[in-house]
T-cell receptor, first 110, second 123 residues
Framework: SYVLTQPPSVSVAPGQTARITCGGN??????VHWYQQKPGQAPVLVVY???DRPSGIPERFSGSNSGNTATLTISRVEAGDEADYYC?????????????FGGGTKLTVL | EVQLVESGGGLVQPGRSLRLSCAAS????????MHWVRQAPGKGLEWVSG??????????ADSVKGRFTISRDNAKNSLYLQMNSLRAEDTALYYC????????FGEGAFDIWGQGTMVTVSS
């Protein structure tokens, strides 16, 4: 089955830029979605289809996807961005399509 | 307001069954695929099962295939997950989630999530 690899943790100072990666075999050929999950809360979609933002998500959140790596970029990081972030793709390569999540990355704002 | 509310969780013994429900409101339920996603305590997200708007396409994670059954009742704006032969490793918070794309099953993101219902499998 398809595997998505994320770093367990990323740390960044307020006002700086955080980059969270999601690795997968030829992930550039797939649509990647990103979710933010704060403690005790349900996940929230922050980027879909590699680089689109749902309404209400700040422009500080952006995404890119090429080759074997997709990246969620958070510009001008704020304390409120501290959360777990998950990437997701739909894997149609097996005999039964399914959705796959990465293991998650904990973003710490220093 | 778009809303998903899960119910039906609880403590159950290994080998027993449980049925989860998800009540949807604020959107045209029968236009969208729906999914169940679970999260074990302290762990990441795991997709469990999904169903297309008309129940014509259904998928399951390998970990639950043959034990869990997803269904929906569009007249009642409700999604269900019948869980049989439960195991300790099924212990998790179960979320109901809405597919983002109109009349589409594959590829799309999940744009609305409920708050989840906890399932604990233990003797």
């Amino acid at each position: 089955s398809y595997v998505l690899t994320q770093p367990p943790s990323v740390s960044v100072a307020p006002g700086q830029t955080a980059r969270i990666t999601c690795g997968g075999n030829n992930i550039g050929s797939k649509s990647v979605h990103w979710y933010q999950q704060k403690p005790g809360q349900a996940p929230v979609l922050v980027v879909y289809d590699d680089s689109d933002r749902p309404s209400g998500i700040p422009e500080r959140f952006s995404g890119s996807n090429s080759g074997n790596t997709a990246t969620l970029t958070i510009s001008r990081v704020e304390a409120g961005d501290e959360a777990d972030y998950y990437c997701q793709v739909w894997d149609s390569s097996s005999d039964h399509p399914l959705w796959v999540f990465g293991g998650g990355t904990k973003l710490t704002v220093l | 307001e778009v809303q998903l509310v899960e119910s039906g969780g609880g403590l159950v013994q290994p080998g027993r069954s449980l049925r989860l429900s998800c009540a949807a409101s604020g959107f045209t339920f029968d236009d969208y695929a729906m999914h169940w996603v679970r999260q074990a305590p302290g762990k990441g997200l795991e997709w469990v099962s999904g169903i297309s708007w008309n129940s014509g396409s259904i998928g399951y994670a390998d970990s639950v295939k043959g034990r869990f059954t997803i269904s929906r009742d569009n007249a009642k704006n409700s999604l269900y997950l019948q869980m049989n032969s439960l195991r300790a490793e099924d212990t998790a918070l179960y979320y109901c989630a809405k597919g983002r794309v109109l009349l589409w099953f594959g590829e799309g993101a999940f744009d609305i999530w409920g708050q989840g219902t906890m399932v604990t499998v233990s003797s």
